[in-house]
């Protein structure tokens, strides 16, 4: 790391499976924020939602192979080899022990992830940690809540050099990323269904797919 304080992200999801959406907006976050790193973190037991029907160990092997030549992009398994429900909390409060009380470390979540964020484990105490990077764009029809906007409403920056300015505790808006709508749900219909999935992820995804039988049936 440069003598500056480190800059950290990272980025959650079940990657079930990794594709283009997730890994474009990693390279265009890392190079936007001047991030050192961004930790991609699949997780192994979701609290949030359902369990994968594809083993941590599967989802972790795709996320190492689509990374696998590009630089300030981890496949990071720290979730998957801890007991329980992976929450969040405990993996901003790992990465900040690893990277010091100095470094700018951020919680990377889609807009989808974020108007629930009221109903996470321990809400307020992500921000001991981190800051929140809120990406994509505002629906029309996005719906207000209360207790999203009480949790959040007195964090609010709306400029990364704001972000930037203290290791944790702010929440930015970040709809710069392109927007690709791709979904890992349709990815895994498309597989099962028998049809191609070309161009929505690397080839050695793809090609990990087809070794192992994944996705051939939609309850997974």
């Not at 390279?27 to 961004?38: C, G, K, N, T, W």
């Not at 594809?54 to 080899?81: C, F, N, Q, W, Y």
């Not at 992500?126 to 207790?147: K, M, N, T, W």
């Not at 609010?156 to 710069?176: E, F, H, N, Q, W």
Request: proline content about 5%.
């Amino acid at each position: 790391m440069s003598e500056r304080n480190a800059r950290v992200a990272m980025f959650g999801g079940t990657f079930n499976p990794v594709h283009i959406a997730h890994l474009r907006a990693a390279v265009e976050l890392r190079e936007a924020l001047s991030l050192d790193v961004i930790h991609m973190v699949p997780a192994h037991l979701p609290p949030h939602r359902s369990a994968p029907g594809v083993s941590s160990e599967d989802r972790l092997s795709m996320l190492k192979l689509a990374l696998s030549d590009t630089p300030g992009l981890v496949a990071d398994d720290r979730e998957i080899h801890r007991d329980g429900p992976s929450w969040s909390l405990d993996t901003l409060r790992s990465l900040r022990e690893q990277y010091g009380q100095k470094a700018r470390l951020l919680m990377v979540l889609g807009r989808d992830a974020f108007l629930k964020l009221h109903e996470w484990h321990r809400p307020e105490a992500l921000f001991d940690y981190a800051h929140i990077l809120v990406i994509g764009r505002p629906e029309s029809d996005e719906v207000q809540c209360q207790a999203l906007e009480t949790l959040v409403e007195a964090r609010r920056v709306d400029s990364i050099d704001a972000l930037m300015a203290t290791p944790c505790g702010s929440v930015l808006d970040y709809d710069k990323t392109t927007a690709m709508a791709i979904s890992a749900t349709a990815i895994r219909q498309a597989l099962a269904s028998g049809h191609s999935v070309r161009y929505l992820m690397p080839p050695a995804v793809e090609a990990f797919i087809d070794q192992h039988g994944l996705y051939l049936d939609t309850s997974g």
